[in-house]
């Protein structure tokens, strides 16, 4: 079975969607997307969705609307009829052709997750393949770790052109670790991470801050370390007290600091200047504003010199 990397279109046609719906897509552990998709239908085409190629992978599906009476089907028939409640997460595998009929609104959001990329999790931790999911013939789920990671995506998903692309690698690699714990039955301890060594560390904030606007993936700044992207970023956690992706809005403050004290600059050119998609962006994390329940971290040292973390 080949890899799809399903998202966008296959989901377009799924779902006999008029418009291709926006994807957040990482590369896991063994190189394979993991995707996130929003598909919303409020005057859908009824009947009975398209089918989907079997593939050893899972769509882990967060239902945002409630969907009373959902007809759904598992190898050409009729397995189970669930009141889907939003704020649930269902399991589907993609090697059953999961079907639904359509016949009222609805809204998800859907994880696109390979095997390979829960096996990849499981050999990090030294533990065995991951097997079968607990997928239950269509049961959900009260699942708050997959709720809060759609929901923390949704803005990106929504705005896929101003998504910080190291935070969407830092919550696509929690939900595969999530799902196969949850549901694959990862329960290997996790390994310990020392931190990364100074010259590790010196090299991973440069490569940061050389762009603000956060478009390089946690794959490529890991790979230049030579580590997995799961050993980095708790690496890199370790050292300063956040993950990569908090550490650089952390970078964008302080930036943006340095820059309000320049005469002449409007808030949308510091904005831009310091790393954020645009001025509305820079008024919610900018100076003076904190995120609602962060604390601050303590300030730490890249290479010898200050990481300025303070905002």
Known sequence: MTQSGFHGQAFKDLLHLQDTPSSLITRSMRGVEVTATETRDDNPV???????????????????????????????????????RAGTTYLYDMKCDPRFVIEKPFHSVHFYVPALALNGVAERFGARRVGQLDCQFGNGFDDAAVHHIGAALL????????????????????????????????????????????????????????????????????????LSVSHFSRAFRASVGLPPHQWLLRQRVDTAKQLMTVRGLSLAEIAISAGFANQSHFTVFGPGRRQPGRVAPRSTRCGGKPCALRS
């Open 155 to 226: 803005q990106g998903l929504r705005r896929p052109s101003e998504a910080n692309q190291l935070f969407v690698d830092h919550m696509m690699l929690a939900l595969t670790a999530h799902v196969a714990r949850a549901y694959g039955g990862l329960r290997n301890a996790e390994p310990v991470y020392r931190g990364l060594a100074p010259w590790q560390m010196k090299r991973a904030c440069e490569r940061l801050q050389s762009d603000l606007s956060g478009k390089f993936t946690l794959q490529e700044i890991a790979a230049e370390l030579g």
């Open 46 to 84: 009824p009947g009975l969705c398209g089918a989907i190629a079997p593939e050893d992978a899972y769509l882990v599906s967060l239902k945002l609307r409630d969907y009373p009476d959902c007809e759904y089907w598992e190898h050409g028939k009729c397995v189970a009829k669930p009141n889907i």
